[in-house]
Antibody, heavy 121, light 110 residues
Framework: QVTLRESGPALMKPTQTLTLTCSFS??????????VNWIRQPPGKALEWLAV???????FYSPSLRTRLTISKDTSKNQVVLTMTNMDPLDTATYYC?????????????WGQGTMVTVSS | QSVLTQPPSVSAAPGQKVTISCSGS????????VSWYQHLPGTAPKLLIS???KRPSGIPDRFSGSKSGTSATLGITGLQTGDEADYYC???????????FGTGTKVAVL
């Protein structure tokens, strides 16, 4: 069974750096075609893709957030970490990690439950 | 700002059919597979359709997907109250080197 679970702080202050961890099981990020993505949804707004890291260490980022994001993986721990610098109240959202198995235009077939992050002074 | 455009809402009576459009460009839908997701409040999004028209295991055949040129469509037949949710299209954009989602469509069962 494939599962993903997000963890991180629920409350942050503006200008702080957010670190989110996606812990997964049931697959290996060393297997060809495997990717883990980060996606967020601000309250009342649409889904927004943030970043992806694949089995071959390729990384891609949302153009609008590229300068603030870093994605990394620890294959020995089955974890993917996303850091976002200079947090702002507009970054208040539910953050999800999700898997792609195959090409980058294949669907996100398994999602974590999401973790809500609130940015407030 | 989403690069894929969807209607804000669609509605129909139980048992009827709705279709949701997703309009993009040659850099995304025109040259890549489209996926569709159902998002119920308080839950994780669920993959309904991948690779334009493939249903993952467990997704009923009431849900269907198609693609033509730079647009894609999700169809839901035999509408049920449990289908009330937000629906999103998504694909890869070769110019942005990024995944893009649609603006989202709320389905209401009258």
């Amino acid at each position: 069974q494939v599962t993903l679970r997000e963890s991180g702080p629920a409350l942050m202050k503006p200008t702080q750096t957010l670190t989110l961890t996606c812990s997964f099981s049931g697959f290996s990020l060393t297997s060809t075609g495997m990717c883990v993505n980060w996606i967020r949804q601000p309250p009342g707004k649409a889904l927004e893709w943030l970043a992806v890291i694949d089995w071959d260490d390729n990384e891609f980022y949302s153009p609008s957030l590229r300068t603030r994001l870093t994605i990394s993986k620890d294959t020995s721990k089955n974890q993917v970490v996303l850091t976002m610098t200079n947090m702002d109240p507009l970054d208040t959202a539910t953050y999800y990690c999700a898997r792609i198995r195959g090409q980058l235009d294949d669907g996100f077939d398994v999602w974590g439950q999401g973790t809500m992050v609130t940015v407030s002074s | 700002q989403s690069v894929l455009t969807q209607p804000p809402s669609v509605s129909a009576a139980p048992g009827q059919k709705v279709t949701i459009s997703c309009s993009g460009s040659s850099s995304n839908i025109g040259n890549n597979h489209v996926s569709w997701y159902q998002h119920l409040p308080g839950t994780a999004p669920k993959l309904l359709i991948s690779e334009n028209n493939k249903r993952p295991s467990g997704i009923p055949d009431r849900f269907s997907g198609s693609k033509s040129g730079t647009s894609a469509t999700l169809g839901i037949t035999g509408l049920q109250t449990g289908d009330e949710a937000d629906y999103y299209c998504g694909t890869w954009d070769n110019s942005l080197n990024a995944h893009v989602f649609g603006t989202g469509t709320k389905v209401a069962v009258l």
